[in-house]
């Protein structure tokens, strides 16, 4: 056998750098515009097996608080500028950026089995038949809340409890001296902030954002006594600043054992429930969404889904990894890695078949069936011309739900009058509809 000598082996070594630095330099490299929610976060930790089983494509993160992530991709996809590769939008943004073309259709060909995807996260996400944006990950909203604290109270909590019991609930568990408040609830301004969990709750008040000839309702009974409520509800027994609290705060807050309740996505199940997050992880219990006079759109539905501009540079790489990342293999991989609880649910059949999911995930039946009973198709009690839960799909809505989360927000903060709130966003809203064109 030849021996090798140094000059040889320092050769060889230098042939195997140059042959990696050409690799890593000929790599297609996708930007990827994502929300900084935990779910994503642990996508961002696995994305070198995607880079390992796909050495010629390199992926870019920019992590966004939810507001400014919104933001951005509205004015990239817009403008065509093709900053990102691979965008985290939702149901709102999906049909209607699909039907002006600004979106690429997912590739659901082969063993990606597009109709193992629940039917009604599948088809928020479409437009005309066809998928837009691939689910990460799906949810509605429930109740979340401490076991030991409402029997302690003497209380109960079941499915569909009125709003007004659950009132009474908060006002048996608060108790601020020991830093444990009866409810928490977003109150932070933004269409999918606050609003996404007001209009849920206003619908089981029985209002709508637009009657039938595309006028704001804001202004209308139903309105004032949900946000009358929503305010008073928060005031006395929800935390303080609870006006600057969305998802994220609520969920730390949760987790540290200081709410009594939540009313939230059905995803925070999962963190809520994991050792590892939270101090209250073996007290929760899960229970359907309350409702005033009916249960029409009492709970929203939302899915986190990754879409591919119709402007992106690198469209086969991006549809690698989308169909990656939404696949049944990455929710497998998330189960062997972290525990059967910790994967992204609310997206496909299989994971809720799947017997192991169903051992460790308490809460799955309470997810799939919150899930499961969301309907945008009739999500108001009157009749109302629009799609959508917790917002309206049409391209005013965004401008809108904004300026209503708002004025909202400044209800809660005592900035002014509930009535006042609601007069300066119908005014807002009548404008901009105007301004469209539909009356």
């Not at 330099?25 to 097996?49: D, R, Y």
């Not at 933004?190 to 709750?201: E, Q, R, S, V």
Request: aromatic share 10%; net charge neutral.
């Amino acid at each position: 056998m030849k021996r090798l000598t140094k000059n040889t082996l320092t050769y060889a070594v230098s042939i195997t750098a140059a042959m990696t630095a050409a690799s890593a330099f000929s790599a297609t490299q996708i930007t990827v515009a994502t929300v900084n929610n935990g779910h994503m976060i642990e996508m961002q930790k696995l994305t070198p097996e995607f880079e390992k089983a796909n050495p010629d494509i390199k992926v870019k993160w920019v992590t966004l608080e939810e507001g400014v992530l919104r933001q951005n991709v509205t004015q990239d996809i817009a403008n065509g500028s093709g900053l990102y590769d691979v965008m985290t939008i939702g149901m709102y943004e999906a049909p209607i950026w699909g039907e002006r073309g600004w979106l690429q259709a997912v590739d659901t060909s082969g063993n990606y089995d597009e109709k193992d995807i629940l039917p009604s996260i599948r088809g928020g996400l479409s437009y005309e038949g066809t998928m837009y944006a691939a689910p990460f990950y799906g949810e509605s909203s429930m109740v979340m809340y401490r076991k030991d604290l409402v029997k302690a109270a003497g209380m109960e909590i079941n499915d569909r409890d009125s709003w007004e019991h659950i009132r009474d609930v908060a006002a048996a568990v608060n108790n601020p001296e020991k830093g444990i408040y009866g409810i928490c609830l977003r109150g932070k301004a933004g269409w999918g902030d606050n609003m996404a969990f007001m209009t849920a709750m206003a619908n089981s008040f029985g209002a709508r954002w637009f009657d039938e000839n595309w006028k704001p309702q804001l202004e209308t009974s139903e309105w004032k006594n949900a946000v009358s409520f929503y305010v008073d509800l928060l005031t006395k027994y929800g935390p303080p600043g609870s006006s600057s609290n969305s998802f994220n705060e609520n969920l730390a807050l949760f987790n540290e054992g200081k709410c009594g309740m939540w009313i939230d996505a059905t995803i925070a199940a999962s963190f809520v429930t994991d050792p590892k997050q939270s101090k209250v992880a073996d007290k929760v219990g899960f229970a359907q969404s309350p409702y005033a006079v009916t249960e029409k759109g009492a709970n929203w539905l939302w899915a986190w889904a990754l879409g591919i501009p119709a402007a992106t540079k690198n469209a086969e790489a991006a549809q690698k990894f989308v169909r990656w990342a939404t696949s049944k293999e990455y929710i497998q991989l998330v189960g062997q890695k972290n525990g059967w609880a910790a994967v992204p649910t609310g997206t496909r059949t299989s994971t809720y078949e799947n017997p192991k999911f169903q051992k460790a995930a308490v809460f799955a039946d309470a997810e799939l069936k919150a899930i499961n009973s969301a309907d945008p198709t009739d999500s108001t009690l009157k009749p109302s011309p629009y799609v959508g839960v917790q917002f309206a799909a049409i391209p005013e809505f965004q401008a809108i739900g904004t300026t209503t989360g708002q004025m909202i927000s400044g209800a809660l903060s005592g900035s002014m009058s509930v009535d006042q709130a609601l007069k300066s966003a119908n005014t807002s809203a009548d404008r901009q509809m105007r301004q469209a064109g539909y009356y």
